[in-house]
Nanobody, 120 residues
Framework: VQLQASGGGLVQAGGSLRLSCAASRSFFSINDMGWYRQAPEKQRELVASITSGGSTNYVDSVKGRFTISRDNAKNTVYLQMSSLKYEDTAVYYC???????????????WGQGTQVTVSS
């Protein structure tokens, strides 16, 4: 498994959840990491991303409520979600743009997805 996501679950509106995603130690380098989500009958969208240097980017709908962070020593990215809303309900996927060796190019790798359900 290249990326292992965890931390989803059921939470009431206004509550909080923290997602984690650990990338394989076999990667030679990891550039950007991020979280995407896909709600039923909707396209997958980028929720938040973070560069290896720590610069972050958020979709407007989660600004001020979600915080993305990463621990480069652990190859792990986190998504702290607060003030959750019903419309945040989706399957959340972690993503990493990484190289498997110093000779290979950068490719996108995906976690298995973790369900986040917010009850209204």
């Amino acid at each position: 498994v290249q990326l292992q996501a965890s931390g989803g679950g059921l939470v009431q509106a206004g509550g909080s959840l923290r997602l984690s995603c650990a990338a394989s130690r076999s990667f030679f380098s990891i550039n950007d990491m991020g979280w995407y989500r896909q709600a039923p009958e909707k396209q997958r969208e980028l929720v938040a991303s973070i560069t290896s240097g720590g610069s972050t980017n958020y979709v407007d709908s989660v600004k001020g409520r979600f915080t993305i962070s990463r621990d480069n020593a652990k190859n792990t990215v986190y998504l702290q979600m607060s003030s959750l809303k019903y419309e945040d309900t989706a399957v959340y996927y972690c993503n990493a743009r990484a190289a498997r060796s110093k000779w290979s190019g950068l490719y996108d790798y995906w976690g298995q997805g973790t369900q986040v359900t917010v009850s209204s």
